[in-house]
């Protein structure tokens, strides 16, 4: 497993609707990134399709793994790289049923894929009119130690990242698609997770105007401490490069101790008084 | 919550550049030769217009002035110009008297005393001009309403409201303002009073009974699920008079909306189609 190696924050926007232009940028953007060694490109939120596809989210999905994922795989394998996306997921034992996925594929082909927790459905967002929550948690084995994937909005819950966190991922993905409004939000947020679980976090967001909204971009590596490692440009896209360094974490872990002094009663209590809320 | 003008404030460069960036993107993902306004010489449509001309450049964007013998006012005429003139906008001048006088004379019903019907004719027609110019010459309509004038329902249905980006529509009428002198509208047209010109002295102030320094933090206190008592507290205004504009507001849903329709069948438009827009 490798203790260093460089992520590629892809801050595309994208063709809405066109699943075959967005593939073809995905895989310009990960030509790219490799050339700059990079051996994790990640892309943002539902990138395969555009975010607000609304009703056409029924004529995209597809099964993960499947078609999509495969072309993807292909450029993966093809490049000997780690690649994050997202995608509508056509649930496979069903006809209308999707979810809001991130898909990791790997230089061995596909590896594995979370399906979005929390989704918004409230002030722009709709995503509970199409979408089933995902119920497990998303963290894989890989070269590149484990890596845990979250969405969006997953971000503003802690519990998402706690728990990835806490079934060994020291990398946080998050991919997102927000807009302008929630940059403040997200801006804390991101280094509020990474600081709280000692982890390192990448978090990659569309740009772009869909349907009136403009996506803020603004893809960020975190590191356990906080501090930004790297930033891509607002509002428009970007390919930034950043490091991940393993070792970084020790020091912070001792330093701010959140994962030993971590309580784990308190989750207990946390589920009776939700329940109850 | 603390109901003071500050409250209004944004960060004026970040919106001009949110709004510009908008339409820019509007007028290309549309393959749209450009953008056509009405332009009446008032804030709102001055400041649509020079947003429009920062956006895609102004010998994109065509200005129609359309005054008529009743509302005439040489004065508006004056600062359409100028907005024209500083923003490099093209204009085009048409006087619509003789349109209207042939509506109303075809009309049967026509009553001249009504002042609203007649009026509401006005806006709708100078909308027929805009629609006209926009399909046959590749254009995008850009309307001027604010969000205090849609919140309210101070529009004329299908009239001046009618368009395909409303690119200020977020903005409060006093946002507007301070929108549009932070991207050069000269001053004398931020300052005069706004009307909608649909009859001789109509000014929208006196109309709604109240200023838009007050309207405007009434209905942000409104957004902010303020209650009216509240919102009358910290205003110093009489309950009844906040109360009155709630009412509006939730009264005027009908002129936001496509027309309601009874549920039929699975799929309903109005209902059930989510369509994304560009």
Known sequence: MKQKFKVALAQISCQRGDKKANIQKIEAYTENA???NADLVIFPELSLTGYVVRDELYELAEPVPGPSTAAIEKIAK??????????PELSEKAQATLYNTAVLVGPKGFVGKYRKMHLPTHSVFEEKRYFRPGYQTGVFDTELGKIGLIICYDIFFPEVSRLTRLEGAQLIVCISASPAVRRVFFEILTAARAIE??????YVNLVGIENGLQFWGGSRLI?????ALSIAKYDEEDLVIGEVDYSDIKPVEAFVPTLRDLRPELFDKIKENAEKL | MKLTQQVLDLNWEEVKTKITRFIRDYVEKANANGIVLGLSGGVDSSTAAALSALAIGG?????LMLPEKETYNPLDIKHAKLVAEKFGIKT???DITSTLEALQKSIPIFDLKDKLSKGNLKARTRMLYLYYYANKLNLIVCGSSDKSEVMIGYFTKWGDAAADIAPLMDL????VRKLARHVGVPDEIVDKPPSPMLWPGQTAEEEIGLKYEILDLVLYGLEHFMKTEQIAEELGLPKDLVEKVKKRWKAMEHKRRLPLTTKLQYRTVGFDFRIPLP
């Open chain 1, 34 to 36: 490799r050339q700059q």
């Open chain 1, 78 to 87: 093809q490049h000997g790289v780690y690649i994050v996306f997202g995608m």
């Open chain 1, 197 to 202: 679980n000692t982890a390192f976090l990448a």
């Open chain 1, 223 to 227: 590191g356990p401490n906080g501090r």
């Open chain 2, 59 to 63: 010998s994109k964007v065509l200005g």
């Open chain 2, 92 to 94: 085009e001048t048409i």
């Open chain 2, 172 to 175: 409060y009428k006093t946002q």
